[in-house]
C-alpha cells in the first residue's frame, strides 16, 4: 500500500527542496552539506550522509548554522557611522551612498597621499574559492594599495614543508585506518578537524597506537594512548632527538634513504649534537620516554604524523616542520598507504591561482605589510611613507586575532583613519567602521571549494536569496571596482566564469569532474587512487628539485620566503633572511623555564572548540558550549598565586593585559597556562582578549606568528 501524505504534508513537500552546499570555513573538513528550503527559507543544515568524509555529520559550529544566518544580529544593509568610533552606532545608507563614499575617499587618498595609503586586511572568514581568501586581490592589485601579508596560519610550516618534500599533496586522511602508529602532533582533531576522528578511531580498533604530542591534555589527547607533554616551542628538540636516537641505533630505512632522500650524511652529523638528555632538558619529556617515541614510530610501520597549524607558533616553528618532514623519509614510512605525514593535501587540488590573484596588476616595488604589524601600521610605529589614511577589512576580525590588541585599538580610533567592513555580524572591527557592508553566507552565495584536510572537491550552490541588500564578497569587488573605473575582466566576470577559471579541469586528478557535475553532484573526489592503494611517494617522485626528500633543501639558498598565495600574489620584498639547508635547534623567545623566567607562566592559546577563530563566538549555542572564557593553570601553579578555581585572574605582560576566570587543572601541566583564542572583545571582563598580550615577533620562517612564545604573570584580579 502507498503511503498517502495529509494536504498539508503533501503541500509543504511539493513546496520543499533539497540544495547541495558546501561549509565555508576555515576548517580541514570542507563538509558537504545538505540544506532543506520550504518556501525560500533553509529549514535544516545537515551534513551529506554519501559524503564519505563528512558522513552524516556537523560539528558544533556548524550544526545550527540555519540560526546563524537567519540570526537578528545579521549586517543586512549598508550603514555609516553617527557615533564616536568604537561605539557601534550607524545609521542605514543605500548601496550606491556605500559606493560612491568609499571611491571618493580612495580616490581622494591616493591622489593626495599615493594608493599605498590604502591597505586591506582580510583572511579566511570564508574559504571559498571565489570569496575567500584572494577575492579582493585583484581589486588592491590594480589600485596600487599597500600589499597585505597574511600570515596567520601555516604560512612557516608552508615554507618548511616545500623546502622538504615540495608542494606534496602528501597523505590521503581516509588512509589513516591502514596506519599502526599514529603521532599527532600539536592538533587537536576532535575539536578542529572532527572528521578525521574516525578514521584515527578505526585504525586504533585495528590496534594502531595514536600518541599525542601537546602541552595540554586536550579533548584529542584523552582519546590517545599516550599523551606526551611538551613544553611549548621546543617541538624541534624533541623531533631531533627522535631522529638522533633512529640513525644512531640503526632504525632509518637505509634502502628508502639512500634512492629517495638527499643529505642523509650531512643531517646524521647535524643530529649527533642532539641526544635525548639534552631535549630532555628542553622539552620536559624525559629522555627515555622520547627513546621509545622514537623506536616506536620508526619500527610500527607503516607510521603517520599529522600536525596542526599550532605546530608553527614558536620561534624555531619552521624547524620543527622541517624536522617532522624528514621523519617519514628517514623511516620509509611514504611505502605503503597509511604512512607518511598530512598537513595540507591541498597541494592535489590544480587551483589555477593566477586566474584568482590578478598578480600582473601589482606596481613594481609595491610595499609588503604583514598584518601581525597592523596596530604598529596604523599607529605610525612603523614610520611608513606614506602612512596608512585607509583600511578595508573583509573575511577577518583583526581586533580579536591579531596581536598587539591595544596598539590595534588605538589605530582603529584614529579620527583620519577611513575604514570599510564588510561583515555579517557587528564584530568588535565592525564597531571601529566608518562605512559597514552586509555580506552575504554560504547558504546565500555560490562558491567551490578545495580542502586543507581531503581530497573531495566540493561545489556550494545557493539556496536562498540574499537576506536585506548582503551581497558576496565577489559582488562586492565586482561593483567597487566598476565604481573605481577599472575596465579590467576581474571586475566584469560572474560567479560562473569565475568558477569556470578556478580549475585546470584538464588535469587528469579532474578526469570526469565538470563545473555542470559537481553543480548536480555537490562534490567528487579527485581521481587520486582509493584510499586503500594511495601511496604516491613509495618509490620517491617528490615534487623537489631533486625529485627526493630534501634533509639538506636547495630551496634554502631562497633564504627566508612567504609563499605568494599569502602575499597577494607578490614576489617582491620578501624577508630574505639566510636559512640553514640543514633543521636546527631554535630556542623559543619567551619561556617559562629559561633562567630568565622569574615567576612567569608559558601561556598558548588553543583554537576554541565551538569557534572557528572569532566566527560564531557570538551565537548563543556557541557560547554556552564553550563557556565563559578561562585560564587554565596546574594546581600547583594556582597554590603559588593563592588562586582558587573559579577565582578571578588578571593575566598580563609588558603588552598587555586581560581578565578571564580560572579553572585549576591538571589538563596542563607546571609552568602552562592556555586561554582558548576567539572570544570577542566585547564580551570579556575589561574589554581584552588573549590577544592583548601575545607578541608581533616573526618565527624563522614564512613570517609565521609566535604565538605560543608568550609568558605572562597571573594574579588575582
Known sequence: MTAVLPDSESDTAARTRTVRAACPHDCPDTCAMRVTVVDGVATEVRGDPDHPFTQGGLCVKLNNFVDTVYSPGRVLYPMRRTGPKGSGQFARISWDEALDEIATRFHEIADTYGPEAI??????GTQGILNGLNVGDPFFNKLGATISERTYCDSGASTAYVMTLGPAAGVDPESFVHSKFILIWACNPISTNLHLWPFIAEAQRRGAKVVVVDPLRTKTAKHADWHIPIRPGTDTALALAMMHVIIGEGLHDADYVANHTVGFDELAERVR??????????????????????????????SMIRIGVAIERHAGGGQTVRALTCLPG????????????????LWAFPVNWPALLGAELIRPGTRVVNQFLLGRALTGELELDPPIQALMVYNTNPLVV????????????????????????QTDTADYADIVLPATTQLEQDDVMFSWGHFYITRNNRAIEPLGEAIPNTELFRRLGQRMGFPEPYFTRTDDEMIAAAFDWSAPQMEGITP?????????????????SYAPYAEGGFPTPSGKVEFTAAAAAMGNF?????????????????VDPLPHWIPPRESAFGPDAGNRLNLVSPKSHAYLNSSFADQPQQRRIQGEPALLIHPSDAAARNIADGDAVRVHNERGSFVVVAKVTDETGPGVVAVHMGGWRKHAKELATVSAVTPFEFADLGNAPTFSDTWVEVDLA
Request: hydrophobic residues 40%.
Open 119 to 124: 591597505l586591506p586586511a582580510s583572511y579566511l
Open 516 to 532: 555542470e557535475s559537481l553543480a548536480t553532484d555537490g562534490w567528487a573526489r579527485l581521481r587520486l587512487p582509493d584510499a586503500d
Open 402 to 425: 591579531c596581536p598587539e590588541q591595544d596598539k590595534l585599538l588605538a589605530g582603529l580610533a584614529r579620527e583620519d583613519l577611513f575604514t570599510v567592513v564588510s561583515e555579517h555580524f
Open 562 to 578: 612567504v609563499l605568494g598565495l599569502f602575499r597577494q600574489g607578490s614576489e617582491e620584498h620578501q624577508p630574505g633572511q639566510a
Open 273 to 302: 649534537q642532539y641526544p635525548p638528555e639534552w631535549a630532555a632538558e628542553q622539552t620536559g619529556v624525559p629522555a627515555d620516554d622520547i627513546r621509545t617515541l622514537a623506536r616506536e614510530y620508526a619500527t610500527t610501520q607503516p
Open 330 to 345: 628517514l623511516v620509509g614510512a611514504w611505502r605503503r598507504p597509511g604512512g607518511g605525514i598530512l598537513a595540507l593535501p
